[in-house]
Nanobody, 120 residues
Framework: QVQLVESGGGLVQAGGSLRLSCAAS????????MGWYRQAPGKQRELVVT???????NYADSVKGRFTVSRDNAKNTLYLQMNSLKPEDTAVYYC??????????????WGQGTQVTVSS
């Protein structure tokens, strides 16, 4: 059905920046909800930021003021601009989507994840 492909992860020094991308493809009728999540070694997956179809955002306190989510609706792509990175931001970052297909069936999808490593 619908696939999410992430890119943009890598190794960066503390204080640096990265920009993650999540490209959605497939029989998408509408995207109801999207978000970025992350999972550090030995920890549970946690919310980074969510964005609704209307553009409302909700950031985790730990990234507020440093990360910014945005969308390019023409390209069905979600972005995460990550500034002032800290070692505690090190994790695998995942894109998530809740959408409706052209057949009007709802689905939820996760991207494959992209590694972000911040060195001290």
């Amino acid at each position: 059905q619908v696939q999410l492909v992430e890119s943009g992860g890598g190794l960066v020094q503390a204080g640096g920046s990265l920009r993650l991308s999540c490209a959605a493809s497939g029989p998408i009728f509408s995207i109801n909800f999207m978000g970025w999540y992350r999972q550090a070694p030995g920890k549970q997956r946690e919310l980074v930021v969510t964005i609704t179809s209307g553009g409302s955002t909700n950031y985790a306190d730990s990234v507020k003021g440093r990360f910014t989510v945005s969308r390019d609706n023409a390209k069905n792509t979600l972005y995460l601009q990550m500034n002032s990175l800290k070692p505690e931001d090190t994790a695998v970052y995942y894109c998530y989507a809740l959408a409706t297909t052209f057949s009007r069936s709802d689905f939820s999808s996760w991207g494959q994840g992209t590694q972000v490593t911040v060195s001290s």
